[in-house]
């Protein structure tokens, strides 16, 4: 009886904290020109394998550990490119020195769709080109304004670099990021990488005293056993 009951407890506990447990992060580098960045790269997010994704539609994303997913992106913009490429370009010159972009002319928009994700929380890394005319325009997330992220120089990834970290919430699998330059003092506007991590939901506190009851129990069942 005493060994059922456990088993039963350590069912119950396995559920309580395997219920926090998400799907591995997602970095993108947009344009072609210097390639992807490699995996031991992380920028200021996690560390692990990149997409490289141009206009149009790119299906079967990889995660960070190099699994292929059920993501896809689709690229909306005027072009992808960038300065033309450095002999040896580093991991932050190809994160950051090709990209998608779009002027004013041209209807100043970008936008990038992912579908495919699981519906939760995630945090947003966003990377503005190294570019220092081109911002990312105003920008919106799935709908919800995200202010602009000016171009900057690529010096150094600490204080050379434009990036944003922004949350916000999936729903039916689809995340839509975009940026115009109208409104902005910038006559061009661009997305250099995007990276995508779910975020750990907090369980709520009853949930963890209820875990730690429950780990009391089989303390309790294995003094009485003894």
Same mark, same amino acid.
């Given at each position: 009886?005493?060994?059922?009951?456990?088993? +039963?407890?350590?069912?119950?506990?396995?559920?309580?904290?395997?219920?926090?447990?998400?799907?591995?992060?997602?970095?993108?580098?947009?344009?072609?020109?210097? +390639?992807?960045?490699?995996?031991?790269?992380?920028?200021?997010?996690?560390?692990?394998?990149?997409?490289?994704?141009?206009?149009?539609?790119?299906? +079967?994303?990889?995660?960070?550990?190099?699994?292929?997913?059920?993501?896809?992106?689709?690229?909306?913009?005027?072009?992808?490119?960038?300065?033309?490429?450095?002999?040896?370009?580093?991991?932050?010159?190809?994160?950051?020195?090709?990209?998608?972009?779009?002027?004013?002319?041209?209807?100043?928009?970008?936008?990038?769709?992912?579908?495919?994700?699981?519906?939760?929380?995630?945090?947003?890394?966003?990377?503005?080109?190294?570019?220092?005319?081109?911002?990312?325009?105003?920008?919106?997330?799935?709908?919800?304004?995200? +202010?602009?992220?000016?171009?900057?120089?690529?010096?150094?990834?600490?204080?050379?670099?434009?990036?944003?970290?922004?949350?916000?919430?999936?729903?039916?699998?689809?995340?839509?990021?975009?940026?115009?330059?109208?409104?902005?003092?910038?006559?061009?506007?661009?997305?250099?990488?995007?990276?995508?991590?779910?975020?750990?939901?907090?369980?709520?506190?009853?949930?963890?005293?209820?875990?730690?009851?429950?780990?009391?129990?089989?303390?309790?069942?294995?003094?009485?056993?003894?």
């Amino acid at each position: 009886m005493i060994k059922s009951n456990l088993t +039963g407890v350590l069912c119950a506990v396995a559920l309580v904290f395997s219920s926090s447990t998400s799907a591995s992060s997602i970095n993108i580098d947009f344009g072609y020109l210097e +390639g992807e960045p490699a995996s031991v790269f992380g920028g200021v997010g996690e560390q692990g394998f990149w997409n490289q994704a141009r206009l149009g539609t790119t299906s +079967g994303l990889i995660d960070i550990n190099d699994t292929v997913t059920g993501v896809s992106v689709d690229v909306i913009a005027q072009a992808d490119g960038g300065s033309s490429a450095p002999q040896s370009p580093g991991d932050i010159d190809k994160l950051l020195g090709d990209n998608i972009f779009t002027n004013t002319t041209s209807g100043g928009l970008w936008e990038v769709q992912f579908g495919g994700l699981s519906d939760g929380a995630y945090e947003i890394i966003i990377y503005a080109p190294s570019n220092t005319a081109v911002s990312t325009g105003l920008m919106t997330i799935n709908g919800v304004s995200a +202010g602009e992220l000016p171009g900057d120089n690529p010096a150094s990834l600490i204080d050379g670099i434009s990036y944003g970290i922004y949350n916000t919430i999936v729903s039916g699998g689809l995340l839509d990021i975009s940026g115009t330059t109208t409104g902005s003092a910038f006559s061009h506007s661009g997305l250099a990488g995007v990276q995508i991590s779910p975020s750990p939901v907090p369980l709520p506190a009853a949930v963890w005293l209820f875990g730690s009851g429950l780990l009391g129990l089989v303390g309790v069942a294995w003094r009485r056993k003894s």
